[in-house]
């Protein structure tokens, strides 16, 4: 499957639509949301299934720093024609501090019944556990902190 | 029994039967005729100018076919609640025998309450509960015997401005339960209720208040039904439960009202510190369903579940879903969804996972799976999850899709047929919310989902 990657790393608001017209279509899409800095993000990804036989994978991987707001809202759109379609959302959310705060909205709109459309959300806060080793191997927190979010974002 | 259930008997013996529509003076007749104190007026007033103030959701379901100028808001059959079985009129009692009411509350039940439209018509507790300070009566009841109690929780919960309908709910609710659960008491068997809308266009506002004192824990259930009237009625209800610390309650809904009626359901509860609260939500009937029982975690250490089903069929649209306020530091939250649709229906999840602020090391997890039977029917998701605190942890999974053909087909060559096979797997999809219901009504939904589900093979 063919893979476009798109990367944001400064505030803003952005809406992406993944069209799927022809049939067969298979498309993957992933967004990466770098925010470490202060502010407000906003994304909207849809993901428009209008006819039958296609394919899509979306991901949405964000780090959110101090102070930053991230608001990601992801929509599956299957139309009633669009059988044997088949979909998979994903949003996933590294939060580096108590004040980082993030919205995720991950829907569906089925209107199809011969699909597989599902979706996962996750957000929580980087691993002590991982912390704890690297710092163990004589890095600072800040430089452990710093090489486990490049892991994450698998840039 | 589905005959039984879809039959009326009629409002000539009524006691009292309202004008239709909405007006003050049927809400001060509704409150004069219940003996209540100046503050319920007061509040009920108050509530009817809200109602007529705000707008109707212009989200979720339909709600535009309702015509509020021709339901009946008030419909009394009689004046006193009956204390056994025996003196309930007959056309009444043959509706709960069907059910199985009587015969549950000898075998299964701590109390059980029935409801005809407005009022309630019977209702009864184990007298060991009674002793131990245990209160299971109508709302009304509620209001007259325990004024001090009821002033102190009704409307803190759910007040009269939250929504549309909790403010008509506020302005002509009537019937209901209130339950109290001194500090300590451990209620084993649950506490069953039965609310039956009887009239052509009846509207049933019933208002539930249940306070649940430290410690202590109570297993509530309720059911509900109407006949099959070809005209469109009402059912909106305000449930407000209060779980203090260390308290456990669990409440079941087994919904199963007539393909025409609207039920716009406000649930909330407060969960204090390590308490628990757990729905149970089983949504099978009426036209249009929209609740959302939720949870507001004010305390440490407390948890908020819900297990909900719903099957759509043909005109039916289900939006149902859960909310879980995480409000303070080490809450989590579970929320399992399982929905069906088919011939055309549209069952919706709409749910929302909130951590504040406050809610350091909190966790919750979200699992929605959804089945669409056939080319006709639709299912969506709307979930909002918003993590407020960088220390919290939420995962959400859903998943839509139709009924597998290799199952079916390893079933079909194992001997069962085509139907068969399609039947057990459905149960099998639901089985982790049918486990949770009390015995009784796990066989009694069993068979009402197979009913639903016959002819839908194809």
Known sequence: ?155 | MKQILNENSGTGSYRYKSQRGLSENLVREISRKKGEPAWMLKMRLVALEQFEAMPIPSWGADLSQIKWGEIYYYLRPVDLPYKSWKEVPDSVRRVFTAIGVPEAEKAFLAGVTAQFDSEKIYGSLKASLAKQGVVFLSMDEGLTQYPEIVKKYFGKIVPYGDNKLAALNTAVWSGGSFVYVPAGIQVDLPLQAYFRINAEKAGQFERTLIVVEEGARVHYVEGCSAPAYSSASLHAAVVEVIVKERAKVRYTTVQNWYKTVYNLVTKRATVAKDATMEWVDCNLGSRVTMKYPSCILQGEGAHGEMLSMAVAGNGQDQDTGAKMIHLAPRTTSRIISKSISQKGGRASYRGQVKMGPAALGSRSKVTCDALIMDPLSRSDTYPNNQILTGSSQIEHEAYVSRVGEEQIKYLMSRGLTEEEAQTLIIRGFLEPIVAELPLEYAVELNRLVKLEMIGSVG
């Open chain 1, 1 to 155: 499957m063919r893979k476009i990657v798109k990367k944001y790393s400064k505030p803003g608001k952005w809406k992406v639509v993944i069209l799927f017209e022809k049939r067969g279509e298979e498309k993957e899409w992933e967004g990466i949301i770098d925010a470490r800095g202060e502010g407000e993000y906003e994304l909207l990804v849809v993901a428009d299934h209008r006819v039958g036989e296609t394919r899509g994978r979306v991901t949405v991987k964000t780090v959110v720093g101090r102070n930053a707001r991230v608001k990601i809202r992801g929509v599956i759109k299957i139309a009633k024609k669009a059988q044997e379609t088949e979909n998979f959302l994903e949003m996933r959310g590294l939060m580096l501090s108590s004040t980082s705060q993030v919205m995720a909205e991950p829907e569906l709109e089925i209107e199809a019944n011969n699909v597989k459309a599902s979706h996962a959300a996750s957000v929580g806060p980087v691993d002590s556990e991982q912390i704890g080793y690297l710092r163990s191997r004589g890095l600072s927190e800040a430089e452990a902190i710093d090489k486990i979010v490049l892991g994450w974002l698998g840039v």
